[in-house]
T-cell receptor
């Protein structure tokens, strides 16, 4: 009930190609967060989406929140070697006792 | 400003031994979390706390105990370590509901 499903689990792209990872939930989300974890590192917060249909950009990264607030995507344009890592989406509620539940992540590997 | 600090960074335990992982944050955050990360499984929530003196179970709490006697510290205990608890453990904290999580550097635990 509280899980968020991420696809794909792994993605290999040629440097310069685009990359997209998807996050899906069976229930309506109050918000969705995205994190990046470099190999050997810890997760680092990228962004939070709250509004239905919201689109936010950070340089080459575009984040979308679905109209029904049940799915989200992260798109990277023209990947670079610095984009290597695992990208996680996470759901959390606004209530006091709500947890932060992470998807299993999409591991991005860049081929030079 | 150290952020979130985990102690120790590495540890090898024998089956049946006990140990405590310490998480300390200096950002006066209310919420603290313990996750474990295993290949292909993403980040799974073990236990969390929404304030000093409170704890709650996450997705995979069995075999672990926690305590939050002081607001800045969140301890994760393994009473009788098992090989299945070999993992990388991450602690995180947030100011409150609906906000980003800040992660520690992780503790790599091996149980032999």
């Amino acid at each position: 009930g509280q899980q968020v499903m991420q696809i794909p689990q792994y993605q290999h792209v040629q440097e310069g190609e685009d990359f997209t990872t998807y996050c899906n939930s069976s229930t309506t989300l109050s918000n969705i967060q995205w994190y990046k974890q470099r190999p050997g590192g810890h997760p680092v917060f990228l962004i939070q989406l709250v509004k239905s249909g919201e689109v936010k950009k950070q340089k080459r990264l575009t984040f979308q929140f679905g109209e029904a607030k049940k799915n989200s995507s992260l798109h990277i344009t023209a990947t670079q070697t610095t984009d290597v890592g695992t990208y996680f989406c996470a759901r959390r509620g606004m209530n006091r006792d709500d947890k932060i539940i992470f998807g299993k992540g999409t591991r991005l590997h860049i081929l030079p | 400003n150290a952020g979130v600090t985990q102690t120790p960074k590495f540890r090898v335990l024998k089956t049946g031994q006990s140990m405590t992982l310490l998480c300390a944050q200096d950002m006066n955050h209310e919420y603290m979390y313990w996750y474990r990360q295993d290949p292909g499984m993403g980040l799974r929530l073990i236990h969390y706390s929404v304030g000093e003196g409170t704890t709650a179970k996450g997705e995979v709490p069995d075999g672990y105990n926690v305590s939050r006697l002081k607001k800045q510290n969140f301890l994760l205990g393994l009473e009788s370590a098992a090989p299945s608890q070999t993992s990388v453990y991450f602690c995180a904290s947030t100011p409150g509901g609906g906000t980003e999580a800040f992660f520690g550097q992780g503790t790599r635990l091996t149980v032999v």
